[in-house]
């Protein structure tokens, strides 16, 4: 079966710009969450759905970031305005339940470099 | 502030020997415990994991101990192999209305010699 997928595997833009990142979950997972890792660092939690509708979006930085799941799968992360410090690589991950005993699935991420 | 420390960058091990990794935490809420590893250009992957009402959980090669009153857990991969070189995480996760949300460390590079 297929995994969770993550579009564009890269994107660079430049500073200023406005950026989409997309998750295709895995079928079936009602729970999607967005991570962001920064260079060096672990990936940080950024916002979580569980179907439609964005259950915690306390990880996402400021305003300039968004994300929706319009009809409970496919899942898109907007960045407007985007600054140099937004470079990082975005990663996406479903579950199908979220308990403690349900690991998330992640996706391969989309490096964001923004010049 | 860290809340999942990883103080290790990197481990370098000969094939066949132990791998142990170290991983700290503070957050006295945290009570499950998982393992990632990531090779590179692929997204994090679920090794294994430990709850905190456990002190040990075992899986083939890789083996998850807790100290809950030091605050510390380890894995252990018994032998080591190269296929195993990744980056290895730590993460936590919290009872109550956040178990969802993993909060992770910064990674150790595991280096399998041959």
């Known amino acids: 079966g297929a995994g969770v997928s993550q579009t564009p595997s890269n994107k660079v833009t430049e500073k200023g710009k406005y950026v989409e990142l997309r998750c295709d979950p895995i079928?079936?997972?009602?729970?999607l969450y967005w991570y962001r890792q920064s260079l060096g660092q672990g990936p940080e939690f950024l916002i979580y759905?569980?179907?439609?509708?964005?259950?915690?979006d306390s990880g996402l930085p400021n305003d300039r970031f968004f994300a929706v799941r319009p009809e409970g799968s496919v899942s898109t992360l907007k960045i407007q305005r985007t600054e140099r410090g937004d470079s990082a690589v975005y990663l996406c991950?479903?579950?199908?339940?979220?308990?403690?005993?349900?690991?998330?699935?992640f996706g391969p991420g989309t490096r964001l470099t923004v010049l | 502030d860290q809340q999942v420390k990883q103080n290790s960058p990197s481990l370098s091990v000969q094939e066949g020997r132990i791998s142990i990794l170290n991983c700290d935490y503070t957050?006295?809420?945290?009570?499950?415990f998982l393992w990632y590893k990531k090779y590179p250009a692929e997204g994090p992957t679920f090794l294994i994991s430990?709850?905190?009402?456990?002190d040990k959980n075992e899986d083939g090669r890789f083996t998850v101990f807790l100290n809950k009153s030091a605050k510390h857990l380890s894995l252990h991969i018994v032998p080591s192999q190269p296929g195993d070189s990744a980056v290895y995480f730590c993460?936590?996760?919290?009872?109550?209305?956040?178990?969802?949300?993993?909060?992770f460390g910064k990674g150790t590079l595991l280096t399998v010699n041959p």
């Open positions: 991950a479903s579950s199908p339940w979220t308990t403690h005993y349900n690991e998330q699935f």
């Open positions: 079928s079936g997972h009602t729970a």
């Open positions: 759905f569980q179907g439609t509708g964005a259950a915690d």
């Open positions: 957050n006295s809420m945290f009570d499950y």
């Open positions: 430990i709850s905190s009402i456990k």
């Open positions: 993460a936590a996760t919290g009872s109550g209305g956040s178990n969802y949300k993993l909060t």
